[in-house]
């Protein structure tokens, strides 16, 4: 059976950036809702959103009965001659996280792989090289620093979206994922209901996925995309990302897989909630994690 830890995070509440967009939900807000809806930890989300100082973080989360499960780091990794150049704000970062107990550092890559990742076409071997040089030494420094794993998070639009490129990154770096089942299923599915890519990779690398991140695909809205040619920073403005209830993954299969491979550890119910209103993405974060437990999925 799977022993799995239910988290939330600032994008759920449409939170991107350190400065509140593109939702403008203030931090209080977040941490009070989160709070009320049920969840009992979070990701710290784009840094500098919540409070830096770690007096000020520990004082606000524990009263309102929070913990954090992890930092998350999002980088243009195709910038920058080396790790070295990256290496000040994850030191900050791992401090921060350190001081609050956290181990896992989820992140993401922000290179500019164009609207549609075309610009991934033409990139060299070396280039490649370079690019995933820098995220296995990363996480090399941020393990024999800090004692913090940096599970990697495959995102759309970005250097690591699909399973080619995921199966590359856990060879050369030698990383956990962070497995997102929406944007897997976004970039490596089917869109049809049932969808069986992201289950299907779990079980598949299993030993390899170390924490989760709980997404929805709408599957009408996913055929409105692929049809129409929709790049993905509109489709997640016309809600290509729903409830998990909604969509096109049958979270009773995941559900029936992590128990099959007996994972133990977090998973974040992170909606990617853009436009909402606060109170859209409130209303969003109790219904989600109410079906979590109609499946069975946590008590």
Partial sequence: ??????????CSWGVWYADGTPSGTPWEVFLDQAAEAGYQALELGPDGYLPTDEGRLREELARR????????????????????????????LCKRLT?????????????????????????????????????????????????????????????????????????FTGLDLCFDTGHHAYDNGNGRQGDPSAPDFMRRFAGRIAYLHFKQVDGAVYRKVMEEHIDSDTAFDINVMCDLPDGIIDFTQVRQVLDDIGFSGIAVVE????????????????????YLREIHMID
């Fill in 271 to 290: 909606s990617d909630m853009p436009r909402a209103t606060t109170a859209q993405a409130f209303a969003s974060a109790k219904r989600n994690l109410n």
């Fill in 1 to 10: 059976m799977s022993r799995i830890k239910i988290a939330t995070a600032p």
């Fill in 99 to 171: 001081s609050l107990g956290v181990k896992y550092l989820v992140t993401m890559d922000e290179s500019d792989v164009g609207l549609y990742s075309e610009k991934k076409q033409t990139l060299s071997a070396a280039e490649w090289t370079a690019f995933l040089t820098k995220i296995r030494e990363m996480g090399e420094y941020t393990r024999q620093e800090f004692g913090i794993e940096v599970v990697y998070h495959p995102h759309i639009k970005t250097m690591i979206e699909y399973e080619s490129e995921i199966i590359r990154l856990l060879d």
């Fill in 65 to 92: 009965g929070l913990e954090v499960c992890a930092g998350t780091a999002c980088y243009a990794f195709d910038q920058g001659a080396s790790f070295a150049d990256f290496r000040p704000r994850v030191q900050a």
